[in-house]
């Protein structure tokens, strides 16, 4: 088991900038990938960026590139999302999410374990 908790969340200007963190706990090696998704009112929840500690590989979805940047601390079980730039479409809840394997996957069925979520609010 896995357990995932985000943080970071708030309300922000937008153009400006926000550092979600997500904290892992329980059984954590570096053969699982991990993911951010978000879902905003009324839409369905989309992938936002993933990273792969084995593979050593990072990718985001179109709509983030170039503004967001995920991150890890494999010494602290902990995921970082640095996003800057940030617009009010962005806005959204945001969730954490882990899978075992090597591949970034962007389907959220193909994760195993996820935190409660963390609500981002960009105002324009």
């Known amino acids: 088991q896995v357990q995932l908790g985000e943080s970071g969340g708030g309300l922000v200007q937008a153009g400006g900038s926000l550092r979600l963190s997500c904290a892992a706990s329980?059984?954590?090696?570096?053969?699982?990938?991990m993911g951010w998704f978000r879902q905003a009112p009324g839409k369905e929840r989309e992938f936002v960026a993933g990273?792969?500690?084995?593979?050593?590989?990072?990718n985001y979805a179109d709509s983030v590139k170039g503004r967001f940047t995920i991150s890890g601390d494999n010494a602290k079980n902990t995921v970082y999302l640095q996003m800057n730039s940030l617009k009010p479409e962005d806005t959204a809840v945001y969730y954490c999410a882990a899978r075992y394997g090597r591949l970034i996957i962007r389907t959220n069925s193909n994760y195993d374990y996820w935190g409660q979520g963390t609500q981002v609010t960009v105002s324009s």
């Open positions: 329980g059984r954590t090696d570096s053969s699982y990938t």
């Open positions: 990273i792969s500690w084995s593979a050593g590989t990072s």
